[in-house]
């Protein structure tokens, strides 16, 4: 099992940076948790659905990235502090939102919300203009 715990939200103004952490230490047997797990991170305005924007896959970690991204968004991964991340630039309003980072077993479905099986509590991330 993995438990993500999301940090690094907060307030900036548009054209900004923002770099997410989240920590998913899980491991099964000796397997580390990257070796298992794609790790995705998902976001949430008020009022609308939850939505897939990257995600970094097991093992080779190949990435995924929504369209809205257009190149501004980085997902990577630290393979030995079990944490992943999301670096944002280019920030706009419409990129407020709560965000997400869940973990799902396997490669399937990386850009669905339902094929997520761990989620974290979120991180806010406010962008004024």
């Known amino acids: 099992q993995v438990q993500p715990v999301e940090s690094g939200g907060g307030l900036v103004q548009a054209g900004g940076s923002l770099r997410l952490s989240c920590a998913a230490s899980g491991r099964t047997f000796s397997i580390p948790t990257f070796s298992i797990y794609t790790m995705g991170w998902f976001r949430q305005a008020p009022g609308k659905e939850r939505e897939f924007v990257a995600a970094i896959g097991r093992g080779s970690g190949s990435t995924d990235y929504a369209d809205f991204v257009k190149g501004r968004f980085t997902i990577s991964r630290d393979v030995a502090k079990n944490t992943v991340y999301l670096q944002m630039s280019s920030l706009e309003p419409e990129d407020t939102a709560v965000y997400y980072c869940?973990?799902?077993?396997?490669?399937?479905?990386?850009?669905?919300?339902?094929?997520?099986?761990?989620w974290g509590q979120g991180t806010q991330v406010t962008v004024s203009s």
């Open positions: 869940a973990a799902l077993r396997g490669l399937s479905g990386i850009r669905r919300v339902e094929e997520y099986t761990y």
